[in-house]
């Protein structure tokens, strides 16, 4: 009895140090593999219960998991869309079979790095097509509300290389000079001034604001005047608007008093609607109004400066027609050019025209154990009841740590150690046949007691 249990404690014995044998050869062949979480192996004994004086071997028994909260160091690299996870937290992935399938089937795993690319259809993907998701951003950039103990709203990032956006212009800052001569009374023409000025629509299209700037003659006024009459009326027209009937095309029209006093001479006295006046009502206290051009849906602030500021907005000095300032927003249409993702996992899209575009946000998941994550191919793990429920927390929040680009995790096997460990191993493999060699050689001498 007391032999046979020695003899099965050898075989155990070569059985778990095999185990142990099989991680140790792992770890060693993903020693180059970005990623990879080295695998242990860990022996229990087995105690079998015995009478007084006699003691029967109960072996050895083996337990192997991942050390998947071990990270590896971060190596430099120069795609921007090659990701690392710097401290606690997994990048949200999906296979790529999973994609292709096109049925809204979309399983989640878990990476802590991997090298992303656009692939033909603009996913981000590894070579062994691990796709990375995300959350998709609204047309404005901003991130709608998620929610956080579930990956269902998390999407393929799709990024397509022809990609094209514009943003329409929302504000325009007009600083002009209007020639104060011009108001003067007894003048043969009182001309009317042009200034015109783009702005891109809602469609990305080139457009232009006309602004009129007609002098009233003194003579006109109500009571009139003999001294200049400091006042103009400015009429805007919309390219985009057509001029049938004629005038059809005015969006707004306003009618600028300037000051000619000693303190705030030259500067915007104050602004009142003309008859009609079908854009918005001038506020003194920002110096804005706003008009609609296109078809109405698009809308402009334009700012002309507050009354009695100087510097900015319009004015009325000298004898010159010049604009001073103009400054407005939109873009017109520009194409990609790349991809960069941020430490907080939100992905923007860069284009030629200076546009820069928030298109998705990488969460981080986080587990009570990562170490009780299932461990698939490609670096890939999945959930478990040993890993526990998960939350998607925004990348460098929370307990989670940043994402890194440029930057690719490398293997946490240290072949140093593993070697070490494989020497250790050869000689309790070499030990535990022994202890076979040596039960077989008492058994033999066993049985030759009855020859």
């Given at each position: ?8 404690a ?13 991680t140790?050869?792992?770890n ?11 695998a242990?192996?860990?022996?229990a004994?087995?105690?079998i ?7 029967s071997?109960?072996?050895?028994r ?13 190596a ?16 949200p992935?999906t ?45 404005d950039?901003?991130i ?11 999407e393929?990032?799709?990024v ?11 504000s ?15 003048l ?23 602004f009129?700037f007609?002098?009233?003659d003194?003579?006109t ?20 608007t057509?001029n049938?009937?004629a ?5 707004g ?12 001479g030259?500067?915007i ?25 296109g ?16 510097g ?37 899209a ?18 009570p ?10 670096q ?22 940043d994402?890194?680009?440029?930057a ?6 240290d ?6 460990q ?8 070499s ?21």
């Amino acid at each position: 009895m007391t032999i046979s249990s020695s003899l099965n404690a050898g075989v155990a014995g070569l059985s778990v140090n095999a185990s142990r044998l099989a991680t140790i050869a792992d770890n060693i062949a993903n020693s180059g593999t970005n990623g990879y979480k080295r695998a242990v192996a860990d022996f229990a004994s087995m105690v079998i219960e015995s009478g007084s004086g006699i003691y029967s071997a109960g072996g050895v028994r083996v337990t192997t998991q991942r050390m998947i909260d071990q990270p590896g160091a971060l190596a430099t690299t120069n795609n921007p869309t090659d990701l690392a996870v710097r401290g606690r937290g997994f990048l949200p992935v999906t296979t790529g079979a999973a994609v292709n399938a096109l049925d809204g089937d979309l399983p989640l795993f878990l990476a802590t790095t991997g090298s992303f690319r656009t692939d033909a259809d603009g996913f981000l993907r590894t070579p062994t097509g691990v796709t990375l998701m995300g959350w998709p951003a609204n047309a404005d950039g901003t991130i709608p509300s998620f929610p956080r103990d579930t990956g269902a709203g998390l999407e393929p990032v799709r990024v397509n290389v022809n990609q094209f956006t514009s943003e329409p212009t929302t504000s325009i800052s007009l600083g002009v000079n209007l020639p104060a001569t011009d108001t003067a009374p007894g003048l043969a023409n009182y001309e009317e001034r042009l200034l015109s000025v783009e702005y891109f629509d809602n469609l990305g299209t080139s457009q232009s604001v006309e602004f009129y700037f007609e002098p009233a003659d003194p003579a006109t006024l109500t009571p009139p005047s003999s001294t200049a009459s400091n006042q103009w009326t400015m009429r805007l027209e919309d390219s985009a608007t057509p001029n049938v009937p004629a005038g059809n095309n005015v969006i707004g029209e306003y009618i600028v008093t300037f000051s000619s006093s000693s303190a705030t001479g030259g500067t915007i006295a104050t602004v009142t609607d003309a008859a009609g006046n079908p854009g918005g009502t001038y506020n003194p206290a920002t110096g804005e109004f706003t008009v609609s051009v296109g078809d109405g849906t698009g809308q402009i602030t334009i700012d002309i400066g507050e009354p009695g500021q100087r510097g900015s907005g319009l004015s009325q000095l000298s004898d010159n027609f010049a604009p001073t300032a103009i400054s407005k927003d939109g873009s017109p249409v520009g194409n990609l050019v790349s991809v960069e993702v941020d430490a907080n996992g939100f992905v923007s899209a860069n284009f030629d025209v200076g546009i820069t575009r928030t298109v998705y946000q990488i969460p981080l998941i986080d587990l009570p154990n990562p170490n009780g994550l299932i461990a698939n191919d490609n670096q890939l793990y999945s959930t478990s009841a040993e890993s526990g429920t998960f939350f998607l927390w925004d990348a460098g929040d929370g307990p989670t740590g940043d994402i890194v680009s440029f930057a690719l995790e490398e293997s946490a096997t240290d072949v140093a150690a593993e070697l070490t460990q494989l020497i250790q191993t050869q000689r309790a493999y070499s030990s535990n046949a022994k202890i076979i060699q040596t039960v077989d050689e008492m058994l033999q001498e066993t049985t030759n007691i009855i020859r």
